[in-house]
C-alpha cells in the first residue's frame, strides 16, 4: 500500500466528512479508526441540525454546513434521511419566556429566522403539549438527519474515491522529524503509516492526539444519555424536533449535571428523548437516575409520552471544549491539523468543518474565517 | 409545520443493483421487527460490515421492540456464512437496558429514597 | 434506592437454590422473577426428571419447584419479588444497583453481590415462510399445554429431536395433539434415549438428516416442505415432500440468556457445548466483573439439577465472601456441592460439558 498524503484519526462524522472533502480534492486519505466507523458519539446522538446555538460564529458554521448537506443529499448514493423539520422550543414559566425572548433578539441579529409563539398558538401546533406552558418559539430553519446513515454514506464515497478505510486500529503514536516541526508517521496498533499530514477528528479523545505531538487540545468527554422509544405514530409530536426552555442553561459549564427535555422524531418514527450533561471522564455507561430525570422532564412536557415503551437507551461522549467553541484549526506542528471540540453539534458543524480543514490542507480561498476556531487559544492562556 | 419539505426524491437506503447479489431466499425476513430481508444484510456485508453493531447501523436489524432478542442470533449466522469467520467467533451486538420494553411512566418514577430497607 | 446484601436475578432452580444457601447462612437476600410465580423453567415441566437418585429423578420439576420454593419460604432473610423485571444492571462503585421494575413502579435495588441466573432463550431457525402465524418456539407451546391447557393446533411439526423437541413432543400428544414428524438436521437423535423412546412407541417418525426447506399459508402455516441433507448441510434435490401441518415448532437448542450479563462489562467466551457464549467464570462462579457470579442455563445450557447445584455453590461463596461463614466451612460445603455437580455431569453428553466447564474455569485464571 502506498502512504496515503493526509491520515484522518477518527472516524466519527467530523473524520469522515473531512475524508471527504479531502478526497474530492484528489488527495489519498485514509481514516483510521479505533472501532468501527462511527461508533462513538457519532452514532450515539441525535440528529438535529441545530442551527441556533449562539455565538455567531456557531451559527455561521452551522448554516453553511446545512447547505453542505443538501448538497451531499444529491451527491452521496445513500438516502441520509435529510429533512427540513425545523425545531421548537417550549418556554415552561413566564420568566423562560422573558429568556427565550432575549435569546431570539440576540439570533436575530445573527440572521437566524425565528419567531415567538404564544402559548395558545403552540398549543394549537403541538395539541399534545401540557396546557401550562407559557409559550414558545419556531426556528423553521432547523433540520434532521440520521447521522449513523450519513457517515455511512460518506465512507461509502470516500472509498468510491480510492480512500483507504483502517477500522478497528488505534493511533498509538506519532512520528514528527527531528526538529520536531513536522510530521513523519502514524504509528498503530496494525503498524506505521508514513504520511505528512495528519488530522485530529478523534472527537473525545482529541485530547490524547494532541499530547502525542505536545499540542494542548483541552477537550474532555461529556456525557450524554438518550432513551429511544418503540415507533410511534407521527402525530405525538407534529415537529419532530421540540425542545424545552432549560436546554441553553443546561449547556453551561458550572451545570456539573444538567438534564433538559429534547423529544426528536426520526423518519423512522421513533422517539429519542434527550438530553443530560455530565463530566464523568469515559465512563460510557447509561446511568440510570438521570435517563429518569430526562424521562420525567419530557412527560412534563408531553404527557401523552406516559404510556409510549422504551426500548434502549445509551450514553455517548461529546467533545467538550472548554469555550464551547469548536477547533477547526492548524497546528504550530507542520502537517497536523486539529477538527474537534464540537460538543453538541457535532453532527450539525460536521460538513462545513470538513470543508474548511480541507481548505486550510490546500490552502484554498477559506469559506468563513477561522481564526477564533484556532487551537493555539488554549496555548496562549497556559 | 407538519408538511414536511422532502429535501429531495426519496433514495434506496442501499445501492440496487451495485453487486449481483445472486442469493437464494433473497426476500426471506431475518428481523421481523423491522422487516429486514436476508438480502439487505448480505448487501450490507457486500459493502464490507463485518460485524452484528454494523449490520445493525445500515439495516436496522436488530433496532426493533426485540432489540434483537429474534434476530441476532439469524444475524450472526449469515454474517458467519458470508464472512467465512466461525460462528462461535461473531459477537452478538451491544446490549443496553432496559433488557425488556418499559413504559415510560414506569422509567420514570423513580422511588424515592428509602435508606431504612437495608 | 433499596439496599441489601445479595440480590438474585432469576427464580428458577439456580437463584432458589443460591438464596436458600445464603440466607441459611445469614445473607440477607432479595430475589427477583419477572414471572408472576417463582421456578423458572421448572413449573412448566410436567414430566418425571431425568439425572440419578439424589437429584430428583423420577420426581417432576414442577415438584422439584414447590420442594424449593416451601425450603425459600422457611428462610426470613429471603424477600422475594416477583412480576419484577430486572430491566438494567450498573456498577456503582464497589457494589451493583439493579434496576427493577415492579408495580410499575422503577426501583433502584442496590447490591454488594449480584447473582445472574437469567436461563436460555431459545434459538430460531430461518427458512422462507418462518414468520407466518403457527410457526412457534418449544417454551411458548410448552407454557401453552402446561400452564394455560390450551392446543396451539391440530397437526404439529417438531423441528429438533433434542430433549426438549422430544419432551414437547410427548407433551404436546399427551394433551391431543398430532404430531406429525419430528426432524432432525443431524445424521441422528439429540436427546436422551428414553425421552425418544417415549414418543417412537406412539408411532411418530423422528426423520434425521432432514430439515425444513419452507413453509406454507395464506395467514398461517398450512404445509411444511421438508428436505434431506447431506454430511455438509446441503439440501439433496428430490428429496423434498410435503406435510399438511398447522403448527411448526421450533426446539432448535437454547442459548444462555446473557443481556444482563453483557451490559456488566463481564468477559465471555464461546463454548458449543453449554450453548454459544458464556461468562467466564471461576470455581465460585464470579465473572470477570467482582461481585457478579452467574449460575444456571446463563452459565452454560445444562439441566435443572446442575443448575440447583451450581446455585448452592454460589449461595456459600457468596456467604463466605460476605463473612457469614468461615473459610473452613464454606470449603468443606463447596466440595460437597462440586463433587455432586460432578456426578451430575455424566454419560456422552455429561463429559462434554464437564470438560467445557473445566476449560471455562482454567480461562478465568488467565484473565
Ligand atoms: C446524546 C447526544 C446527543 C447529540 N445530539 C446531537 C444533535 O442532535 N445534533 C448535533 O449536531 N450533534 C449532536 N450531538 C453531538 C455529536 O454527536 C458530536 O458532536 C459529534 O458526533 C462529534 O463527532 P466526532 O467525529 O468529533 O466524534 P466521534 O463520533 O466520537 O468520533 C471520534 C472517533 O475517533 C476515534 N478515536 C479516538 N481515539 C482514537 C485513536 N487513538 N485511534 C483511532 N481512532 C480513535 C473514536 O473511536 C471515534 O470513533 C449529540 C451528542 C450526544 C452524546
Ligand atoms: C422442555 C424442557 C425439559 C427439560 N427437562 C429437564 C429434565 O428433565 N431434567 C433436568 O435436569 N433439566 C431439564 N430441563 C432443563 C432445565 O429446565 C433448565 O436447565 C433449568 O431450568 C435452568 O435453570 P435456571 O435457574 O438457570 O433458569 P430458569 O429455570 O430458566 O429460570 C430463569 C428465570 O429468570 C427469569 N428472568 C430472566 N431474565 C430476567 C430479568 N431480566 N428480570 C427478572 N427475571 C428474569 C426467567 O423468567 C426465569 O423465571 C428441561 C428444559 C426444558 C426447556
Ligand atoms: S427481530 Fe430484529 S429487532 Fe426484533
Redesign the pocket.
Known amino acids: 500500500m502506498t502512504n496515503p498524503d493526509v491520515v484522518v484519526i477518527g472516524g466519527g462524522i467530523i473524520g469522515c466528512c473531512c475524508a471527504y472533502y479531502l478526497a474530492k480534492q484528489r488527495l489519498k486519505v485514509a481514516i483510521v479508526e479505533k472501532g468501527s466507523i462511527c461508533s462513538e458519539a457519532s452514532k450515539s446522538c441525535q440528529g438535529h441540525l441545530f442551527l441556533w446555538e449562539l455565538p455567531a460564529i456557531n451559527i455561521k458554521l452551522a448554516k453553511a454546513s446545512k447547505k453542505l448537506y443538501e448538497q451531499l443529499y444529491n451527491e452521496l448514493d445513500i438516502d441520509f434521511e435529510l429533512r427540513n423539520t425545523g425545531s421548537m422550543s417550549i418556554a415552561e414559566k413566564p420568566q423562560d419566556l422573558e429568556t427565550l425572548q432575549q435569546t431570539l433578539n440576540e439570533l436575530r441579529q445573527a440572521g437566524v429566522e425565528c419567531q415567538m409563539l404564544s402559548a395558545k398558538e403552540f398549543i394549537k401546533t403541538e395539541p399534545n403539549v401540557t396546557r401550562d406552558i407559557s409559550g414558545g418559539a419556531s426556528f423553521p430553519e432547523d433540520g434532521q438527519l440520521n447521522p449513523l446513515l450519513t457517515t455511512i454514506a460518506l465512507t461509502q464515497a470516500v472509498k468510491k474515491l480510492g480512500a483507504d478505510i483502517r477500522h478497528f486500529t488505534e493511533v498509538t503514536g506519532i512520528e514528527l522529524s527531528a526538529d520536531k516541526s513536522s510530521i513523519v508517521a502514524v504509528e498503530t496498533t496494525k503498524g506505521k503509516i508514513g504520511t505528512k499530514y495528519v488530522i485530529n477528528a478523534a472527537g473525545a479523545w482529541s485530547g490524547q492526539i494532541g499530547r502525542m505531538v505536545g499540542i494542548n487540545i483541552p477537550v474532555v468527554p461529556r456525557r450524554g444519555n438518550l432513551i429511544v422509544t418503540e415507533q410511534v405514530p407521527d402525530n405525538i409530536i407534529n415537529c419532530q424536533i421540540i425542545i424545552a426552555s432549560g436546554y441553553l442553561d443546561s449547556l453551561k459549564r458550572e451545570n456539573k449535571t444538567a438534564v433538559a427535555a429534547n423529544v426528536q422524531q426520526t423518519r423512522e418514527g421513533n422517539l429519542l428523548l434527550g438530553s443530560s450533561r455530565e463530566f464523568a471522564g469515559f465512563d460510557k455507561n447509561v446511568n440510570p437516575e438521570v435517563i429518569s430525570l430526562i424521562v420525567k422532564r419530557c412527560i412534563r412536557f408531553f404527557p401523552v409520552l406516559a404510556d409510549l415503551h422504551t426500548i434502549r437507551s445509551w450514553a455517548g461522549l461529546r467533545p467538550y471544549s472548554p469555550d464551547m467553541l469548536p477547533i477547526i484549526s492548524s497546528s504550530p506542528i507542520e502537517g497536523f491539523y486539529v477538527a474537534s471540540g464540537h460538543e453538541g453539534v457535532g453532527i450539525t458543524m460536521g460538513p462545513i468543518t470538513g470543508k474548511l480543514i480541507t481548505q486550510l490542507i490546500t490552502k484554498q480561498q477559506l469559506d468563513l474565517p477561522v481564526d477564533q476556531l484556532s487551537v493555539e487559544r488554549f496555548a496562549e492562556k497556559q | 409545520m407538519k408538511n414536511l419539505k422532502k429535501i429531495s426524491k426519496q433514495k434506496q437506503r442501499t445501492y440496487e443493483g451495485e453487486s449481483d447479489l445472486n442469493i437464494e431466499n433473497a426476500d426471506m425476513i ?5 422487516e ?1 430481508t436476508l438480502k439487505d444484510i448480505v448487501q450490507a456485508i457486500a459493502e464490507d460490515a463485518t460485524t452484528v453493531n454494523e449490520i445493525k447501523r445500515r439495516t ?13 442470533r ?2 450472526r449466522k449469515i454474517l458467519a456464512e458470508h464472512t467465512g469467520q466461525k460462528f462461535a467467533k461473531v459477537i452478538p451486538g451491544t446490549f443496553r437496558p432496559p433488557v425488556r420494553p418499559i413504559a415510560l411512566s414506569t422509567l420514570a418514577s423513580l422511588e424515592e429514597d428509602t435508606d431504612d430497607k437495608s | 434506592m433499596r439496599k441489601t446484601e445479595f440480590a438474585i436475578v432469576g427464580a428458577g432452580p439456580a437463584g432458589l437454590s443460591a438464596a436458600i444457601e445464603a440466607a441459611r447462612a445469614g445473607v440477607k437476600v432479595v430475589l427477583a422473577d419477572e414471572n408472576q410465580r417463582p421456578g423458572g423453567q421448572l413449573f412448566k415441566q410436567i414430566h418425571k426428571f431425568f439425572g440419578s437418585e439424589a437429584h430428583h429423578a423420577g420426581v417432576r420439576g414442577i415438584d422439584i419447584g414447590t420442594m424449593l420454593l416451601q425450603q425459600v419460604s422457611q428462610q426470613k432473610n429471603v424477600e422475594i419479588m416477583l412480576d419484577s423485571v430486572v430491566w438494567g444492571i450498573f456498577r456503582a462503585n464497589t457494589s451493583h444497583t439493579l434496576g427493577v421494575i415492579h408495580n410499575s413502579k422503577n426501583i433502584h435495588l442496590k447490591a454488594r453481590k449480584v447473582l445472574l441466573a437469567t436461563g436460555a432463550t431459545e434459538n430460531v431457525l430461518a427458512f422462507p415462510g418462518w414468520t407466518l402465524a403457527g410457526v412457534m418456539g418449544a417454551g411458548a407451546i410448552q407454557t401453552l399445554v402446561n400452564v394455560h391447557r390450551v392446543l396451539p393446533g391440530k397437526r404439529v411439526l417438531m423441528v429438533g429431536s433434542g430433549n426438549v423437541g422430544l419432551i414437547v413432543s410427548y407433551q404436546l400428544l399427551q394433551a391431543g395433539a398430532e404430531v406429525v414428524a419430528i426432524v432432525e438436521a443431524l445424521p441422528k437423535i439429540g436427546g436422551y434415549a428414553v425421552h425418544a423412546g417415549k414418543v417412537a412407541r406412539t408411532g411418530v417418525p423422528i426423520l434425521t438428516s432432514t430439515t425444513v426447506k419452507e413453509v406454507h399459508g395464506k395467514d398461517k402455516v398450512e404445509k411444511a416442505v421438508l428436505v434431506q441433507i447431506d454430511k455438509n448441510w446441503q439440501p439433496l434435490t428430490g428429496t423434498e415432500r410435503e406435510l399438511e401441518v398447522d403448527v411448526v415448532c421450533l426446539a432448535c437448542g437454547l442459548s444462555p440468556l446473557a443481556e444482563l450479563a453483557w451490559i456488566t462489562g463481564c468477559k465471555f467466551t464461546d463454548v458449543p457445548e453449554l450453548g454459544g457464549h458464556v461468562p467466564i467464570h471461576n470455581e465460585n462462579m464470579e465473572t470477570t466483573v467482582p461481585g457478579i457470579y452467574v449460575a444456571g442455563d446463563l452459565a452454560g445450557i445444562e439441566e435443572a439439577s446442575t443448575a440447583i447445584e451450581e446455585g448452592r455453590l454460589v449461595g456459600i461463596a457468596v456467604a463466605e465472601a460476605l463473612g457469614y461463614l468461615a473459610a473452613g466451612e464454606a470449603k468443606d460445603k463447596k466440595t460437597e456441592i462440586s463433587s455432586r455437580a460432578e456426578q451430575l455431569r455424566e454419560g456422552p453428553f455429561g463429559i462434554a460439558r464437564k470438560q467445557a466447564k473445566e476449560q471455562l474455569i482454567c480461562r478465568s485464571l488467565s484473565e
Do not use: E, H, K, T
Open positions: 431475518i428481523c421481523r421487527c423491522q429486514v436496522r436489524a436488530g433496532m426493533g421492540l426485540c432489540q434483537g432478542r429474534s434476530c441476532s439469524l444475524v
